[in-house]
């Protein structure tokens, strides 16, 4: 008798449905900020490297013309593709420069920023919560 009730159940019941939606939604809690994190501090390794080679290019122009450039592609930095972020040089002089890379995640604003003595400053972040 057990083996003929076991045979003509099919499909699912409301609770086992409930249970593997709640499931879902617990896990998909957990790993879309994992996601979002990871995606930000992907895109902020590319201002960390392109702004170390701006820093560079500034550094060779500055052995030949003993002074910084305020144009990036006068120093032969030029972005291919489709960057993230927004470079800039703020401040260039015999001295000294100043260079920023800014991009805005999820309405969260990111800005790094380097000088010539190769500092690297990341205020604001928009990977930190």
Partial sequence: MIAVIIAE?????????MIVVLIISILASISIPVFHDFRCRA????????????????EAYFIEHETYSLDKEHIGFKMTGTPKYNYEIVSADAVDFTATA???YDDREDKWEIDSGYV???EPNACKR
């Fill in 9 to 17: 159940r099919r499909g699912f019941t409301l609770i086992e449905l």
């Fill in 43 to 58: 895109r902020q390794s590319e201002a960390r490297s392109s702004l170390a080679l701006l820093a560079k290019c500034q």
């Fill in 102 to 104: 800014k991009a805005s």
């Fill in 120 to 122: 690297l400053k990341n």
